[in-house]
């Protein structure tokens, strides 16, 4: 085999440092001179191709359809039979869902695998793209991995190519690649029997049949595939239930990202009259997922928590949970549930890999962010169709509304009001200088009083991993406030222009009453709080957010 590898001569290349989940770039910048092969390279180098005993190492590849992964697909073939690797398992078409790809490194007890997609950025030639690679337990690499890539990539000096033809990706089955096995699959099956193995399909077929109606929206992304497969051909949602179901190497100029600012042709059917009784949409690569009921939004913070008081209706999930974890801006409501259950409640850092650990070690079996994540110890990501199963079989037991079932659930909790504001594409400079500042204000803001609020604590969160005692600092700054209230800022870690500010907001309602009221109205002196706090505009120029949700 080694005389088909081709060792080229490469020089390292700035700012290859992967963030929150993998290495994105504009699309333009991957395609450049060497730019995939010498972050590829850092990975095996990193990872290593082979074992202990100079055996292959087996990988999993697959990514979420977007423009030119079908190219970095036979690069990274190509590169990873050059460095020894002994097998790789790749879904049919380079397609496989982060859920998806997750589940086959599991299944198939790899090595890890390496997944294509800038997530719920959008793609096309002028957008973005991304890589990351996930250990052999599924989850996305540790910090201490990322980091050791980066240093590898200011060091690289060659990277290995094999010489050959393409794989044939459209071709499920077994071929050769100079000595190394690829292993193309259907993306979709494999998850869809795991789905079936943690829900009860007869139950939410049951209440298809009964006429519940659903809107899938796919985004033009990964998820289309497995929602139709799942929804309309496993559990018998009607025909059409899912759209814009076909992944689009542009996903079809849509903004891949479920939520209300770019989802909106979904809320716009969810809060029309004869909505459907259900509301669902996925991002780009099928992690992340929103849900809405007939004319009530639900944030993911509360379907963080409403998943958790009722996962035990689902029969992967009968005999309880064991914990209950949480990225540390999204909202308390989880807590409440975990405190209920007296089970443990965690409190990570921003990013999935944060919960690696917890799921691994049996601390937590559900985990949440408030960017609409959310999960299980089923795989080491999030999932969106995972979530939007388990709310179908809730409402299948349940037999009650979306809209019922938030009203109970704050009856019995209280309510914590949420909502994330994000200011995009600031300068860089003048983001990191308005969270210096506020560093530096931190100590000063104990005890102050805002719009009658008073701050009790104000720090710059920092995390202890409680399974392997590795220590993250400077997570985001955050204000607590005596009445429970509560303001992170931090600055986003996977934007590809400029600088993205995340305002998290959030206030807790004891009921019984003022349990509905809207959001933003309930949050409205906490986000006044947030702006002079922080002076945002006179850091940044900017007055009002560029997403809500
Ligand atoms: C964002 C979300 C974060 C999520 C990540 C990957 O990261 O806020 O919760 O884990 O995308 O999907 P951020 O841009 O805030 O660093
Ligand atoms: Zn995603």
């Not at 509560?486 to 305002?503: M, P, Q």
Request: net charge negative; aromatic share 8%.
């Amino acid at each position: 085999m080694t005389q088909h590898v081709t060792a080229v001569a490469t020089q390292p290349i700035a700012g290859q440092k992967p963030g929150t989940s993998g290495l994105r770039k504009k699309t333009p910048v991957f395609m450049g001179r060497h730019y995939l092969e010498n972050f590829i390279q850092s990975i095996f180098d990193v990872i290593g191709c082979r074992d202990e005993n100079g055996k292959g190492k087996t990988f999993v590849l697959g990514g979420d359809g977007r423009y030119f992964n079908d190219r970095a697909a036979q690069v990274i073939l190509r590169m990873a039979a050059a460095n020894g690797a002994g097998r790789v398992i790749v879904g049919q078409g380079a397609i496989l869902s982060t859920p998806a790809a997750s589940h086959l490194i599991r299944l198939n007890k790899t090595d890890g695998g390496i997944i294509m997609s800038a997530s719920h950025n959008p793609g096309g030639p002028h957008e973005d793209w991304g890589v990351k690679f996930n250990m052999a337990n599924g989850g996305p690499a540790p910090e201490a991995k990322t980091e050791a890539m980066y240093q590898r990539t200011l060091e690289i000096s060659e990277y290995r190519i094999l010489e050959a033809q393409d794989v044939d990706l459209t071709r499920i089955g077994r071929q050769d690649l100079g000595g190394m096995i690829v292993d193309v699959v259907d993306p979709v099956a494999d998850y869809a029997a795991l789905m079936e193995s943690l829900f009860d399909f007869a139950a939410i077929r049951a209440m298809f049949a009964g006429g519940f109606r659903m809107r899938m929206d796919g985004m033009c992304a990964v998820t289309g595939p497995y929602a139709t497969e799942i929804l309309e051909n496993r559990l018998g949602a009607a025909p059409g239930t899912v759209v814009n179901k076909v992944p689009l190497p542009d996903f079809g100029g849509m903004h891949p990202d479920p939520n209300p600012t770019w989802a909106q042709a979904l809320m716009d059917e969810m809060f029309a009259d004869a909505a459907p009784d259900f509301g669902a949409a996925s991002d780009g690569d099928g992690d992340r997922n929103m849900v809405v009921g007939a004319g009530i939004y639900v944030s993911p913070s509360d379907s963080l928590a409403v998943l958790a008081a009722n996962a035990h209706l689902a029969p992967g999930y009968k005999a309880g949970l064991k914990g209950i974890a949480r990225s540390m801006p999204t909202s308390a409501a989880a807590d409440r549930v975990a405190d209920a259950l007296g089970i443990g409640k965690y409190e990570t850092p921003t990013g999935w890999k944060f919960f690696g650990n917890l799921l691994d070690a049996g601390k937590a079996t559900i985990c949440g962010e408030e960017s609409f994540g959310t999960g299980s110890d089923h795989v080491r990501e999030k999932d969106g169709l995972w979530a939007v199963l388990l709310w179908l079989n809730i409402l299948a037991v349940r037999k009650q509304s979306v809209a019922e079932i938030l009203a109970e659930h704050w009856a019995k909790y209280g309510r914590n009001y949420y909502s994330r504001h994000d200011f995009e594409a600031i300068d860089a400079a003048k983001a990191e200088a308005m969270m210096q500042a506020l560093r530096q204000a931190l100590p000063a803001l104990r005890g102050r009083k805002f719009d009658g609020m008073r701050v009790s604590t104000a720090d710059d969160f920092a995390y202890t991993d409680p399974v392997d005692g590795s220590v993250s600092v400077k997570q985001g700054v955050r204000v607590l406030f005596q009445d429970g209230s509560r303001i992170v800022y931090r600055l986003s870690g996977t934007g590809t222009e400029g600088a993205t500010l995340r305002v998290y907001l959030e206030r807790y309602a004891a009921g019984p009453d003022g349990l509905d009221l809207d959001a933003q109205a309930a949050l409205t002196p906490v986000i006044r709080a947030a702006h002079d706090m922080a002076e945002i505009a006179a850091h940044t120029g900017r007055t009002t957010p560029d997403v809500i949700t």
